[in-house]
């Protein structure tokens, strides 16, 4: 008699001479028992609905009552930083961290993909690690219907496997948090994850941006600079050191040696770039448009008429900004996972047993890196799927 756990049903099921008996205390160790269980990602957005809020919006009403309030009492108010157009010291390691860990993200993944197979849909977002793409009919491009829904594969990229939306750069963060509609030509625009890294404290030739070493005032909702001292306030870069686990780059070597060394590196590099972008968003605030994937790094979003998506009449083609979240900025892509690398493709029938992962994750999982604990869970590693002449046995 063999036992088996599902997650999604905790149902028990006789099929012929067989007992599906899905318990997790068969599969369960020491190492993560402790470990909270994480579902399969939600399905695509509704893009007719707006994102949900990352905070709820009765608190985003108080407080908003409360700083209203607050320049009620006080016009002449002191900023605190980033908002006073200082850098924070303990920030300023993590900046160059997340920009030198998503340096080596980029570079390991160009390397891997001559080695690990992705491919992307010709027709859709949907991405599949492997050498042969998936059967599961969950195409929505053009045309899906005559295809029932099966996807067209083609080889990918390394913008499939992670992505990183653009935004505007800001030039000086605290007087002028907004770039309005006739600037959209000129201002560069990078991607936010480096942007928020900048704003932190990291200094790239290519987008500089103002350094104060004198805090400015916010009078009457209005930003002003007493002192015109504006200078690179290089004592706080110099006092904190940059020699962080991670931060170091990945050489030749590496990047051409093992290939289950060179997962491992890739993984570690991007843990240390997404722990460190929360890290990094908890100070220094990040919108995201409500309907559409646009991102602006700053205290608001931009004023560029550019959004398409639902309802952008009734808002003159401004974004619908809001909080933003970490997957935001960064983009998961999340894949099936798969076990047998050179097994046949994913049923569409057994999709109820497959599991999920960033698609970063399971590339370095299919190169020879070890399982993260976080993700465990949501690949469902411990569900065995049936055979296909079984399928209809379950319940």
Excluded at 73 to 101: M, S, W
Excluded at 264 to 279: C, D, R
Excluded at 290 to 312: I, W
Excluded at 326 to 336: K, T
Aim: aromatic share 8%; net charge positive; hydrophobic share 35%.
């Amino acid at each position: 008699m063999r036992y088996y756990y599902m997650w999604s049903s905790q149902k028990i099921a006789s099929t012929r001479g067989r007992l599906f008996l899905y318990s997790r205390s068969f599969f369960s160790s020491d190492t993560h028992k402790d470990l909270s269980y994480v579902d399969l990602p939600r399905p695509a957005r509704d893009k007719s609905k707006r994102k949900p809020y990352p905070t709820p919006m009765k608190v985003l009403i108080q407080r908003a009552k409360l700083e209203k309030e607050a320049r009620k009492l006080n016009p002449c108010r002191t900023l605190e930083p980033p908002d006073n157009g200082l850098l924070i010291p303990e920030f300023v390691p993590i900046a160059h961290q997340v920009y030198k860990a998503r340096t080596n993200l980029l570079d390991g993944l160009s390397k891997l993909l001559n080695v690990v197979d992705v491919k992307r849909c010709r027709f859709c977002s949907e991405v599949h690690v492997g050498h042969v793409g998936h059967e599961i009919r969950t195409c929505t491009g053009p045309r899906s219907g005559l295809r029932n829904a099966m996807h067209v594969w083609t080889n990918g990229k390394v913008v499939d496997v992670v992505g990183f939306p653009l935004c505007f750069h800001l030039d000086d963060r605290a007087k002028k948090p907004r770039v309005v509609h006739d600037e959209r030509s000129t201002v560069k625009r990078l991607p936010a994850i480096v942007e928020l890294c900048i704003q932190a404290g990291l200094d790239l030739p290519k987008y500089p941006t103002m350094r104060r070493t004198r805090p400015v005032h916010s009078i009457e909702g209005r930003i002003v600079e007493f002192d015109d001292d504006s200078a690179s306030n290089n004592d706080i870069r110099d006092e904190v050191s940059m020699d962080l686990p991670g931060s170091e780059c990945l050489d030749s070597e590496e990047l051409t040696g093992d290939i289950t060394e060179l997962s491992i590196k890739i993984l570690e590099s991007w843990f240390i770039m997404k722990n460190g972008a929360e890290e990094l968003m908890k100070k220094f605030s990040v919108q995201t448009c409500g309907y559409c994937p646009e991102v602006q790094v700053g205290p608001k979003g931009h004023k560029v008429r550019m959004c398409k998506a639902a309802k952008h009449q009734f808002r003159d083609g401004l974004h619908a900004w809001q909080e933003a979240t970490i997957e935001d900025i960064i983009g998961m892509n999340y894949v099936w996972h798969v076990r047998d690398r050179d097994g046949p493709a994913l049923r569409n029938e057994l999709k109820r047993y497959y599991g999920k992962a960033p698609a970063v994750v399971e590339l370095c999982v299919q190169a020879g890196a070890p399982i993260p604990d976080e993700f465990r869970s949501m690949m469902r590693l411990d569900v065995v799927s049936p055979d296909r002449d079984e399928v209809d046995l379950v319940a």
